[in-house]
Each structure stands twice: as C-alpha cells, then as structure tokens.
C-alpha cells in the first residue's frame, strides 16, 4: 500500500460521511470534501457534495492535500502534513512554526514555497523525520486550542492527534 493510500484510509476513517455541523465553518462535507472544495474541483458542473464518488475523493485528496508537501517527505511525517492539510487552512503555518520550534530560519507566513521546503528538509535531516512529526503535531494542539470551535470539536480532534502520535511511534 502507496504512503497515500495509508494516509487516505486515516483522513477517511476520521472524517466520516456526510456531515453538515452548524458549527463547523467549512459547512457540508463528505468524507471530509467541503462543499465549496467539491465545486471548485468540478467547475462549472456543480452538485451536491452528498452526492460525492470515492474516484472523485481520491482524485481531490491526491491533487488539493497530497501533492507536493506530504509527498516529498517520509512516514508518517507524509500523514501528519496530509491531514493537517486536510483539516485545516493553516497547514502551512503549522509547519512553518515546528520548523522555528527546532532552530530553523524561515518566516511564518502561511505561504509554502522552496524556503519552507528547504526548512522542513533541514529540520528532517538535522533532528530525524520522527522529531519532525512530533513538533507539527504539537503546533497541532496549540492551533485547535485557539479555535472557537473547540468545545464542539474537541474529543474527535484529540483522538486523532493521539492516533497521528500512534503512527509516529511506530516507526
């Protein structure tokens, strides 16, 4: 099984079916599809994300979270960027500010370029991709802890950055 397929079975098992939560601000999402993410990816021929096939899950995930970043680095490092990718904007900073957190010289803009790249490497090889993984799912923690939504959310999210620690531990 491809680093892909194992992050995509780990986003799917937590993001579930259809689900329109009144308070989660990405509104209605399937197997962790937003509504908004479904249409841009269809363009002009929109439907409801209720409707959604698994090739169509597969095809975003692999094109909008997976390439580039995650792709490019060992597991689970590869998960733990994946699926904060996923589940949040932010995905960039986060990782930006574990790179800080371990001693790396690069700005935390949210903006994910060469610079970032280059950081992230450097902290891989400079502390082990194991470290790495550890740092951004702490910088996890601290993002969800500055959400307003927490309360709501807070049991499903700690499960999964427990799991992302599981998965780390492993290797």
Same mark, same amino acid.
């Given at each position: 099984?491809?680093?892909?397929?194992?992050?995509?079975?780990?986003?799917?098992?937590?993001?579930?079916?259809?689900?329109?939560?009144? *308070?989660?601000?990405?509104?209605?999402?399937?197997?962790?599809?937003? @509504? #908004?993410?479904? !249409? =841009?990816? /269809?363009?002009?021929?929109?439907?409801?994300?209720?409707?959604?096939?698994?090739?169509?899950?597969?095809?975003?995930?692999?094109?909008?979270?997976?390439?580039?970043?995650?792709?490019?680095?060992?597991?689970?490092?590869?998960?733990?960027?994946?699926?904060?990718?996923?589940?949040?904007?932010?995905?960039?900073?986060?990782?930006?500010?574990?790179?800080?957190?371990?001693?790396? *010289?690069?700005?935390?803009?949210?903006?994910?370029?060469?610079?970032? @790249? #280059?950081?992230? !490497? =450097?902290? /891989?090889?400079?502390?082990?991709?194991?470290?790495?993984?550890?740092?951004?799912?702490?910088?996890?923690?601290?993002?969800?802890?500055?959400?307003?939504?927490?309360?709501?959310?807070?049991?499903?999210?700690?499960?999964?950055?427990?799991?992302?620690?599981?998965?780390?531990?492993?290797e």
């Open positions: 099984m491809s680093d892909f397929d194992r992050a995509l079975a780990f986003v799917l098992h937590h993001e579930g079916g259809f689900v329109d939560h009144p *308070d989660d601000p990405g509104g209605a999402t399937n197997m962790g599809i937003t @509504q #908004a993410t479904y !249409d =841009a990816w /269809r363009g002009n021929s929109t439907r409801s994300v209720q409707t959604i096939e698994r090739g169509e899950v597969e095809a975003i995930y692999r094109d909008n979270y997976w390439t580039g970043a995650p792709e490019s680095q060992p597991w689970p490092l590869s998960l733990v960027i994946f699926d904060a990718r996923v589940q949040h904007g932010k995905w960039a900073k986060i990782v930006q500010r574990a790179c800080v957190d371990l001693g790396a *010289d690069v700005v935390v803009d949210g903006a994910w370029g060469p610079k970032s @790249q #280059a950081a992230l !490497d =450097a902290c /891989r090889s400079a502390h082990g991709a194991h470290r790495v993984t550890l740092a951004v799912v702490g910088r996890r923690l601290d993002y969800y802890n500055d959400l307003k939504h927490w309360d709501s959310f807070s049991e499903g999210w700690a499960q999964r950055v427990a799991l992302l620690c599981v998965e780390a531990a492993k």
